[in-house]
C-alpha cells in the first residue's frame, strides 16, 4: 500500500483537539465572566419501512410545501408544515429518511420568516461544531476523501512554486491546511512560504472559531518551519465593485495561487456562482479545486431541487447510521455540520432571481474553466483511503475527469480540478 501524504493521525487529531480545548478555556473564562423527473421510489431506501406508504406521502408533502414556497403561496406552505409538524416520525432522532426530512421541514419553515432564528454561534455551540467535526472525521472517510484529494491535486500543480497562496472559499476549521503544510518540506528542498486567504462569512464563523485557527495553524507552521499568513474575508461584504480591490489583487508576480472552491460555497446565492468564477479567473490560479455534494442543482426547479437535495442527504445519514456511533454524537453532527449546509442549500435557491440556472459545469466551461484529470496517485491515494475506513460500502470511481465516492452505489460526493 503507497505512503499516503497528510496520513498523520496525530498532527490532524492534536490540531482539532487544540482548538477544542482553548475554546473550552475561552467559554469558562466567559462564564466566570417523481414529480417531474424527480423519481420518489429512489428516496424511500430498501432498509426502510417497506410498505412505503407514509414515506411517499411525507415526500408529496414536502414537494407541495417547496412548491407553495416558491410560487410565494406561503399561507398553503405554512399549512402544510403545520401538518408536517405533527408527524410523529418527523425528528432529528430516528431513520435516516426521516431525519432528513425534518431537517429539510425546518428550512422549508425558516423560509416563510415566521421563524427568524440568530444563526450566530455562541462559543458553547462551537465547542459542539469542533467536536463534531472531529467525530465526523473519525467515522467516516468522506472528509478525508476530500482533503487528501483536493490537497494532492494541488501539491502537484504547484510542484515547482515556493511562494504559495491559496484561496479557499470553505476552510472549515482549517485542519486541511495543517496536512498541506505537513507534505510541503518533503515536496521541496526550500522551505517555502504559505498565504491562505479565507472567505468566511460571520453566520457560519464564530470570531472565535477563526481566532483559534489563525493562532494554531501559524503555531504548527511555526513548528515545522513554514513562513505562514493568513487572511480572513467577510464573504457576505463581497461584491463585484469593492472585490477588485482585496489585497488578493495585489499578489506578487512570483507567487502562485491554487483556489478551494466548492460548489456549495454559491449555495447562498447560486445566481453569484458567474461572478464569483470571474473574480477566480482574475487571479490566473494554477489550479481551482471544487466539491459537489450533488445536491445544490441550481438547473431544477425548487421543490424538484428539494427533493434531490434531500436524496443526498438520506445517502449521507445512512452512510453516518452505518458507522454506528452514539445517537448524541449523530446528532451533533447533523445539527452542526449538516443542518446549515441544507438550510444553505434550500434558502439559497430563494434569494436568487425567480428562474433556473444551468448546471455548474456548464457555468464552470462557459467562464472558461476547463476540468484537469486527477493523477494516477491521487485515485490510488483515494482508494487506501477507504481501505482504512471504518465502515464498508464506499467506494471510489473515475468519472471522466472526476473522481466520485459513493456509499452502497449512490453517489455521496465528487472531486475535480480545473484550469483557465
Known amino acids: ?38 423519481q420518489q421510489n429512489t428516496l424511500v431506501g430498501k432498509k426502510e419501512d417497506p410498505g412505503g406508504g407514509q414515506q411517499h406521502e411525507l415526500l408529496d408533502q414536502l414537494y407541495k410545501a417547496a412548491e407553495m ?18 408527524h410523529q416520525q418527523l425528528s432529528p432522532i430516528g431513520k435516516p429518511l426521516y431525519r432528513a426530512a425534518f431537517y429539510f421541514k425546518e428550512a422549508l419553515q425558516l423560509s416563510l420568516g415566521h421563524n427568524n432564528v440568530n444563526n450566530n454561534l455562541t462559543p458553547f455551540d462551537v465547542i459542539f461544531k469542533m467536536g463534531a467535526y472531529k467525530v465526523f472525521s473519525e467515522v467516516s472517510p468522506l472528509i478525508q476523501f476530500i482533503n487528501f484529494t483536493c490537497n494532492q491535486a494541488i501539491l502537484e500543480s504547484l510542484e515547482d512554486a515556493d511562494r504559495i497562496h491559496i484561496v479557499d472559499f470553505d476552510i472549515g476549521f482549517g485542519a486541511q491546511w495543517a496536512s498541506f503544510m505537513q507534505e510541503l518540506p518533503r515536496n521541496r528542498g526550500i522551505t517555502p ?26 503555531q ?15 464573504f457576505d461584504s463581497l461584491d463585484q465593485q469593492s472585490c477588485f480591490s482585496l489585497p488578493i489583487f495585489r499578489a506578487s508576480e512570483n507567487e502562485a495561487i491554487a483556489v478551494n472552491f466548492p460548489v456549495w460555497a454559491a449555495s447562498g446565492q447560486p445566481s453569484a456562482l458567474p461572478s464569483l468564477l470571474r473574480l477566480i479567473k482574475q487571479l490566473n490560479p494554477k489550479i481551482v479545486v471544487s466539491l459537489d455534494r450533488g445536491s445544490d442543482r441550481s438547473d ?15 445517502n449521507l445519514f445512512e452512510s453516518l447510521d452505518a458507522a454506528n456511533v452514539t445517537s ?47 493523477s494516477n496517485f491521487t485515485e490510488t491515494q483515494a482508494e487506501c483511503v477507504l481501505k482504512r475506513a471504518q465502515v464498508r460500502g464506499f467506494h471510489v470511481e473515475k468519472r471522466h475527469a472526476f473522481l466520485v465516492l459513493y456509499w452502497q452505489g449512490r453517489e455521496l460526493i465528487s472531486a475535480s480540478a480545473w484550469r483557465c
Open 69 to 86: 414556497v416558491g410560487t410565494g403561496n406561503f399561507t398553503h406552505a405554512q399549512g402544510i408544515l403545520a401538518r408536517l409538524n405533527q
Open 193 to 218: 512560504s504559505l498565504k491562505i486567504t479565507a472567505f468566511a462569512s460571520p453566520s457560519t464563523h464564530h470570531p472565535i472559531e477563526l481566532g483559534l485557527m489563525q493562532e494554531n495553524l501559524t
Open 220 to 234: 504548527f507552521a511555526n513548528e515545522i518551519g513554514i513562513s505562514f499568513e493568513l487572511d480572513v474575508i467577510n
Open 1 to 38: 500500500m503507497p505512503k499516503l501524504p497528510f496520513s498523520d493521525p496525530g498532527h490532524h487529531e492534536l490540531f482539532l483537539r487544540k482548538q477544542q480545548q482553548q475554546q473550552q478555556q475561552q467559554h469558562h473564562l466567559q462564564q466566570q465572566q417523481h414529480h417531474q423527473g424527480i
Open 300 to 314: 431544477l426547479s425548487f421543490p424538484q431541487h428539494v427533493l434531490h437535495a434531500l436524496q443526498s442527504y438520506i
Open 328 to 374: 448524541d454524537a449523530l446528532n451533533k453532527i447533523e445539527r452542526f455540520l449538516l443542518q446549515p449546509k441544507i438550510e444553505s442549500t434550500v434558502l439559497g435557491r430563494l434569494r436568487g432571481p425567480d428562474k433556473m440556472m444551468p448546471n455548474w459545469k456548464t457555468v464552470f466551461a462557459s467562464s472558461g474553466f476547463s476540468p484537469v484529470p486527477f
